[in-house]
């Protein structure tokens, strides 16, 4: 019993050479998948100490006590949540360590002031995470975070203050005129990219725009100016994709950056699509909007390779059901 799902990981892990960390990252979820808990937590413990790489370290540290916590055993799930806090210096890394430590103890929040102190840890930690959301909306004992009338609908954003960007880019990265490699847009695929999108050949554009995008990585003025052009030709999840990593590169609370910038890498796209629908499913546009982000990061042409198509990633199946 339990052969097959080896096979699977096997089959599932790269067809080119693999690395150690890739057999050691396979070693616990066999384990777990076998149903052998407490060597599958034990597992990705040791994962968690010997991995260099902190992502991947941190979920494996997160791992070895979701494992127990789902099998209820609390103190064992505490124990790895306590030694992430201790281990991962990380905002986003302790604000999720102190919201599952604050769940074992949410059934009794009312009672227990240990669950109270970690949700606002969390939130303390990484006000803009996720994690800090779920916490803020358990402290105010409610299902979801909060919106007000005016936050919850989709409103035109102000007139971007390209000012501001330039400035803030300048305060990291120097003056543009010190901008080394070559403009993006003196670069054959822009030519070809800008000839395809005006014959509404839009996935053959954006594979160009987005080799673009990549070959612009280490050069942050040419992204900002990427993200400007996508912007003109109404392509959002392009604008998105060239703004977005300048703020990943300066991290930090996003509400420090500006907003001309945020309104690039969040873009309040398809309006009038998003405020239709989420009023006929009685959703917070918003709500919509952060879900296709995550899901297609606004590319409408987004497919799955288990087939899962558009903004929200549908299975058709689903789709038509």
Partial sequence: PGLHD??????????ATPSPDDASWAAPLVVAWLDQGLEATATYRQFSQAQPEPSS????????????????????????WEEMLDAFPSPEHRAQAHLWLAKLDLPFLDDSEGASAHLEQAVAAAPDSFYALRAEAWLEDQGAAPLSEAEDTIQTPAAPDWGAVEGWLTSFWGPETLATGP????????QRGQEFHQLGLTREATNEFLWLIDQSSLQPWSLYRLARAFNDLDMPHLAAAAAAPLLAKVGGPLEQNPRALLDLSYPLAYPS????????????PLLLLAVIRQESFFNPLAASPAGALGLTQVMPSTAQG
């Avoid at 080896?6 to 067809?15: E, I």
């Fill in 57 to 80: 370290a941190a979920r494996a540290a997160f791992l070895s006590g979701l494992i127990p916590y789902l099998t209820g055993d609390a103190a064992a799930a505490r124990t790895a």
């Fill in 6 to 15: 080896v096979d699977f990981v096997c089959l599932a892990m790269p067809t």
């Fill in 183 to 190: 403009s993006p847009f003196d670069l054959p695929a822009w």
């Fill in 273 to 284: 699509l998003i405020q239709a629908t989420a009023a006929e499913n009685d959703l917070s």
